[in-house]
T-cell receptor, first 114, second 109 residues
Framework: NAGVMQNPRHLVRRRGQEARLRCSPMKGHSHVYWYRQLPEEGLKFMVYLQKENIIDESGMPKERFSAEFPKEGPSILRIQQVVRGDSAAYFC????????????FGSGTRLTVV | EDQVTQSPEALRLQEGESSSLNCSYTVSGLRGLFWYRQDPGKGPEFLFTLYSAGEEKEKERLKATLTKKESFLHITAPKPEDSATYLCAVQAGNTPLVFGKGTRLSVIA
């Protein structure tokens, strides 16, 4: 039973390019969460999705960032026109319905903008 | 706004030297308090969930406790392999988990 799968593990982009981060939740989990972690900072919530629905995007920057979780396939976090400040570790987590509580995290994607 | 404060930021222990990590929280309607362990370059690994004041959970050398305002992670006779960053998070209702900045634990042989 594979855990939460994120790819790529490492991603290097030049300023102005687009970054696409992918996340496949654990089998049986229908809820996906994206978090960003900067050095010496805690995990900051970005967006919460269910299949074909964005439930809470209160932590997502208003510009350049978007997320989706289509009916088929992985969840995608997309960052357009990346800037140096976007360099961070991006973690995806999944859970069964929220009543159960507790998330399972992936290993993260480390984005470096040069 | 839900807030989580962890202390100390960093802790250095000798092998076998027991200690506690603190997590203070402010949340409206606590649904659960979570402890995770994070190793360098990896994602957080779930340790415990606590739901109500007075609850305790144990796993090997770790014991988590919960009051109405804070949680403690007690580490008994730690070993070098316990070195990691320990993260605390709270959940209110169905809102996403809110994390503290973590405590970096180093256990020296």
């Amino acid at each position: 039973n594979a855990g939460v799968m994120q790819n790529p593990r490492h991603l290097v982009r030049r300023r102005g390019q687009e970054a696409r981060l992918r996340c496949s939740p654990m089998k049986g989990h229908s809820h996906v969460y994206w978090y960003r972690q900067l050095p010496e900072e805690g995990l900051k919530f970005m967006v919460y999705l269910q299949k074909e629905n964005i439930i809470d995007e209160s932590g997502m920057p208003k510009e350049r960032f978007s997320a989706e979780f289509p009916k088929e396939g992985p969840s995608i976090l997309r960052i357009q026109q990346v800037v140096r400040g976007d360099s961070a570790a991006y973690f995806c987590a999944s859970s069964p319905p929220p009543e159960v509580g507790g998330y399972t995290f992936g290993s993260g994607t480390r984005l470096t903008v040069v | 706004e839900d807030q989580v404060t962890q202390s100390p930021e960093a802790l250095r222990l000798q092998e076998g030297e027991s200690s506690s990590l603190n997590c203070s929280y402010t949340v409206s309607g606590l649904r659960g308090l979570f402890w995770y362990r994070q190793d360098p370059g990896k994602g957080p690994e779930f340790l415990f969930t606590l739901y109500s004041a007075g609850e305790e959970k144990e796993k090997e050398r770790l014991k988590a406790t919960l009051t109405k305002k804070e949680s403690f992670l007690h580490i008994t006779a730690p070993k070098p392999e316990d070195s990691a960053t320990y993260l605390c998070a709270v959940q209110a209702g169905n809102t996403p988990l809110v994390f503290g900045k973590g405590t970096r634990l180093s256990v020296i042989a």
